[in-house]
């Protein structure tokens, strides 16, 4: 069977011509996403003594990029936590999924974020429990690479569910545009323009205001300045001028100490609002300015809210897509980072 012929491939795969056992290497354009398929065959096993048939092991490599995931660094394995002699069996909340592979990974909640139900769905398909190797995948530096093994005689032929693993990889290779998409029509509503066409949790993925009162910015950063912990978030913000005293910082209590605003090291009138607990170092004035937006605190429900001299940011510490909330968030974060139209530092001062 000629399976690359199939995908319209010219790479022959069902037998290779006489001393052409070499590798064979094709690249099947998907939904835009580039695909590398390599197989590399061998004889197993030839003995004219014996009267025994060759046998063929073909190894099979399926490759794509996957833009925006550089951080990501996982595997997995067609198996059982049971047989897996103890490796860590990272559970990606899709019950097929995780009744037939273990997982490996750092970061489980950035490996939940990149590999979404149909991006399991997609690789659950490439199993077949009667493969000699079945495909087993890595995802690291940016890239997905699944791996399987065949074996046959009286000629080399490509792994089961060969099909499977490539529309696979061309899933996974275009889950960061189709993401930008997403929120690229979300941005069209919310009056915010994205910064490109790949969502990136590496560096941040931004959209910006072009129409708004104030310069309001949504990202997704892995790192902010005033936290240690890398991993996945959100921040709105605004850049806003207010005297050295108008500082203060709120979060959430159940927020760990390394998660906390820098403002959280302030010393001054503590307070509590929208289920957020802070400290104000210029008396009340925090309290007062948030005071008229409890609802839509309430309503976003940020993990934590900073304002400096120079910036207002809420922040989540999640992923949140959760459109309701961020309209909240930036109605919060515009309001008190516009100019009040009488001048001075801004409407709450």
Request: proline content about 8%.
């Amino acid at each position: 069977m000629n399976v690359l012929g199939l995908l319209g491939v010219d790479t022959v795969v069902a037998a290779w011509p006489d001393g052409g056992t070499g590798p064979r290497t094709s690249v099947v354009e998907r939904d835009g996403v580039a695909v590398t398929v390599e197989l590399r065959p061998r004889r197993h096993l030839d003995s004219t003594e014996l009267e025994l048939p060759a046998q063929w092991v073909v190894d099979a490599t399926v490759r794509a990029p996957m833009p925006g995931s550089r951080r990501l660094r996982m595997a997995a394995w067609p198996g059982t936590y049971f047989v897996a002699f103890g490796r860590q069996d990272v559970l990606l909340d899709h019950h097929a999924f995780d009744d037939r592979f273990v997982v490996k990974t750092a970061d489980a909640e950035l490996t939940r974020f990149w590999l979404g139900d149909d991006e399991l769905a997609a690789l659950l398909a490439t199993y077949e429990p009667v493969a000699a190797r079945p495909f087993a995948f890595q995802i690291a530096d940016g890239e997905l690479e699944l791996r399987a093994r065949s074996t046959s005689h009286p000629e080399p032929t490509a792994p089961l569910r060969l099909p499977e693993a490539i529309a696979a990889a061309a899933q996974l290779g275009g889950r960061a545009h189709r993401l930008a998409a997403a929120w690229r029509a979300r941005g069209a509503t919310l009056g915010l323009v994205p910064s490109g066409d790949v969502f990136d949790t590496d560096g941040g993925y931004v959209l910006r205001s072009d129409a708004r009162r104030a310069a309001l910015e949504l990202s997704f950063p892995d790192a902010v300045p005033s936290v240690s912990r890398r991993g996945l978030r959100t921040v709105v913000r605004a850049p806003r001028t207010s005297p050295a005293d108008t500082v203060g910082a709120l979060w959430r209590d159940a927020l760990p100490r390394w998660d906390r605003p820098a403002g959280a090291k302030l010393r001054g009138a503590a307070f509590e609002i929208a289920g957020l607990g802070g400290h104000d170092r210029g008396g009340p004035w925090l309290a007062a300015a948030l005071a008229p937006h409890a609802g839509a605190l309430a309503a976003a429900a940020p993990d934590a809210v900073a304002i400096t001299p120079g910036t207002v940011e809420l922040r989540w510490e999640r992923y949140l897509d959760d459109v309701a909330a961020i309209v909240a968030g930036l109605d919060v974060v515009e309001q008190l980072a516009a100019p009040h139209p009488g001048g001075g530092d801004g409407p709450y001062r």
